[in-house]
C-alpha cells in the first residue's frame, strides 16, 4: 500500500491500483484522513521539511531502538523521500499521526483542496487524476481536485478550459463545478470550456453521455452535441459544434469560424502568452474571419491576418503592437 499511496500523490495510479486504494481509504476514517493530510500538504510543505524530518524521527526514536537507526541529516533532503517515509509510517507501523497533527496547525482552508493541477498564458498541460482519468488543461486554467474525490463521488472544479477523459465507475460519478453550472458524467471524454471573462460555458461531448446542470435546468448529450450555459440570461442552449474548432487545440490547430478580429485577438494572446496591443476603434468594424492555423507560430499567424485586415504588427519579447495601415488592403 505503502506504493500505491506514494504514486497516488504523485498522480500515477492506474485504473486497478486507484481501485485497490479506494477499498484501503474505506475501511477505516483514519487511512482517508491521513492520506489527504499527506497529498494536501505535498503542495505547499516544501519549506517546512526541516521541521517535519524532526517529527519524523522523534516518532521512531518512540518506536524504534535508537542503536538501529541514524538520524537523518538536514542537507539536501528531498520532499518528496520524506513524504514517502510518512506514508511508510502510516502504512506499515501504525505510526506517523503526529507528522499529520503537526501539519493540521495550519486552516482547514488548506484542506479543501487536495490538488490544483493549472497553467499560465501559453502553456497547455497534460495530467493524471487519481481515478486514472486523464485531463488536458489548455492555456490560463486551473483544476482544483477537490479533498473527497474518493468518498462517494469525484470531483473537481474548473477554471477554463480543458478536456477530460474520464475512466468509468458507476458507483462514483464525475462531477466538474465550471462557474454556475455542474458536468456529471460515468465515464466518457468530452471539454468543457468556463474563462472567467466568456460570456458563456461551454462543454462539447466527443464520446458517451454528459448531464450538464445549471439555474435548475439539465440537458443530456451525446458525441458531436453541445450545451452553452449564457451568463446573462442564465439559459442552457443545446446544439452541435465542430469537434476540430472545439479540440483542435489539444494538437495546436487554431480553427476560426466568423470571429471579429478583437476576439481572434484575444484568443491569440492566451494561446500564445503574449499582451497584444491595438486601437479597438481601428479594428471595431473589420468582417468576422475564417481559417485554421497548423502548427503555426504567432509570426505566421500575424503575418496572414496582416495581409488579410491591412495592418502593421511589431512583436518584442512578449508584447506585440498592432497598428492600421491604410496603404494595405484589408
Same mark, same amino acid.
Given at each position: 500500500?505503502?506504493?500505491?499511496?506514494?504514486?497516488?500523490?504523485?498522480?500515477?495510479? !492506474?485504473?486497478?491500483?486507484?481501485?485497490?486504494?479506494?477499498?484501503?481509504?474505506?475501511?477505516?476514517?483514519?487511512?482517508?484522513?491521513?492520506?489527504?493530510?499527506?497529498?494536501?500538504? #505535498?503542495?505547499?510543505?516544501?519549506?517546512?521539511?526541516?521541521?517535519?524530518?524532526?517529527?519524523?524521527?522523534?516518532?521512531?526514536?518512540?518506536?524504534?531502538?535508537?542503536?538501529?537507526?541514524?538520524?537523518?541529516?538536514?542537507?539536501?533532503? @528531498?520532499?518528496?523521500?520524506?513524504?514517502?517515509?510518512?506514508?511508510?509510517?502510516?502504512?506499515?507501523? /501504525?505510526? /506517523?499521526?503526529?507528522?499529520? @497533527? #503537526?501539519?493540521?496547525?495550519?486552516?482547514?482552508?488548506?484542506?479543501?483542496?487536495?490538488?490544483?493541477?493549472?497553467?499560465?498564458?501559453?502553456?497547455?498541460?497534460?495530467?493524471?487524476?487519481?481515478?486514472? !482519468?486523464?485531463?488536458?488543461?489548455?492555456?490560463?486554467?486551473?483544476?482544483?481536485?477537490?479533498?473527497? &474525490?474518493?468518498?462517494?463521488?469525484?470531483?473537481?472544479?474548473?477554471?477554463?478550459?480543458?478536456?477530460?477523459?474520464?475512466?468509468?465507475?458507476?458507483?462514483?460519478?464525475?462531477?466538474?463545478?465550471?462557474?454556475?453550472?455542474?458536468?456529471?458524467?460515468?465515464?466518457?471524454?468530452?471539454?468543457?470550456?468556463?474563462?472567467?471573462?466568456?460570456?458563456?460555458?461551454?462543454?462539447?461531448?466527443?464520446?458517451?453521455?454528459?448531464?450538464?446542470? /445549471?439555474?435548475?435546468?439539465?440537458?443530456?448529450?451525446?458525441? /458531436?452535441?453541445?450545451?452553452?450555459?449564457?451568463?446573462?440570461?442564465?439559459?442552457?442552449?443545446?446544439?452541435?459544434?465542430?469537434?476540430?474548432?472545439? &479540440?483542435?487545440?489539444?494538437?495546436?490547430?487554431?480553427?476560426?469560424?466568423?470571429?471579429?478580429?478583437?476576439?481572434?485577438?484575444?484568443?491569440?494572446?492566451?494561446?500564445?502568452?503574449?499582451?497584444?496591443?491595438?486601437?479597438?476603434?481601428?479594428?471595431?468594424?473589420?468582417?468576422?474571419? #475564417?481559417?485554421?492555423?497548423?502548427?503555426?507560430?504567432?509570426?505566421?499567424?500575424?503575418?496572414?491576418? !496582416?495581409?488579410?485586415?491591412?495592418?502593421?504588427?511589431?512583436?518584442?519579447?512578449?508584447?506585440?503592437?498592432?497598428?492600421?495601415?491604410?496603404?494595405?488592403?484589408?
Amino acid at each position: 500500500m505503502e506504493e500505491i499511496i506514494y504514486k497516488y500523490i504523485n498522480g500515477e495510479l !492506474s485504473e486497478g491500483e486507484w481501485k485497490k486504494l479506494q477499498g484501503w481509504l474505506e475501511e477505516h476514517p483514519e487511512n482517508k484522513r491521513a492520506v489527504f493530510r499527506l497529498l494536501a500538504y #505535498s503542495q505547499n510543505i516544501a519549506e517546512e521539511t526541516d521541521h517535519i524530518r524532526e517529527v519524523i524521527w522523534n516518532e521512531l526514536n518512540a518506536n524504534f531502538s535508537q542503536d538501529k537507526i541514524k538520524k537523518p541529516k538536514s542537507k539536501g533532503i @528531498q520532499l518528496w523521500p520524506l513524504l514517502r517515509i510518512a506514508a511508510v509510517l502510516l502504512v506499515v507501523t /501504525g505510526i /506517523g499521526f503526529a507528522l499529520f @497533527q #503537526s501539519m493540521n496547525s495550519k486552516t482547514n482552508k488548506d484542506l479543501v483542496m487536495s490538488k490544483v493541477e493549472s497553467t499560465s498564458p501559453g502553456q497547455k498541460k497534460r495530467a493524471t487524476l487519481p481515478d486514472g !482519468s486523464k485531463v488536458v488543461l489548455n492555456a490560463g486554467s486551473k483544476l482544483m481536485v477537490h479533498e473527497f &474525490f474518493v468518498d462517494g463521488k469525484r470531483e473537481v472544479t474548473l477554471e477554463g478550459e480543458a478536456f477530460f477523459d474520464v475512466v468509468r465507475d458507476e458507483s462514483k460519478p464525475f462531477i466538474i463545478k465550471a462557474g454556475a453550472i455542474e458536468v456529471e458524467v460515468l465515464g466518457t471524454s468530452f471539454g468543457v470550456k468556463s474563462y472567467q471573462d466568456d460570456a458563456g460555458v461551454a462543454v462539447s461531448v466527443a464520446s458517451g453521455k454528459v448531464k450538464v446542470s /445549471g439555474n435548475d435546468q439539465h440537458e443530456i448529450i451525446e458525441p /458531436g452535441e453541445r450545451v452553452n450555459y449564457e451568463k446573462g440570461t442564465g439559459m442552457l442552449m443545446r446544439d452541435t459544434f465542430d469537434q476540430e474548432k472545439a &479540440f483542435g487545440w489539444m494538437s495546436n490547430l487554431l480553427v476560426f469560424s466568423g470571429e471579429r478580429l478583437p476576439e481572434v485577438f484575444k484568443l491569440l494572446a492566451l494561446y500564445y502568452g503574449v499582451d497584444i496591443s491595438y486601437d479597438k476603434a481601428e479594428f471595431s468594424n473589420n468582417k468576422g474571419f #475564417s481559417g485554421k492555423f497548423n502548427n503555426a507560430n504567432l509570426k505566421e499567424v500575424l503575418e496572414g491576418l !496582416s495581409y488579410i485586415y491591412g495592418f502593421d504588427y511589431q512583436i518584442k519579447d512578449n508584447a506585440v503592437k498592432i497598428k492600421k495601415n491604410p496603404k494595405r488592403n484589408g
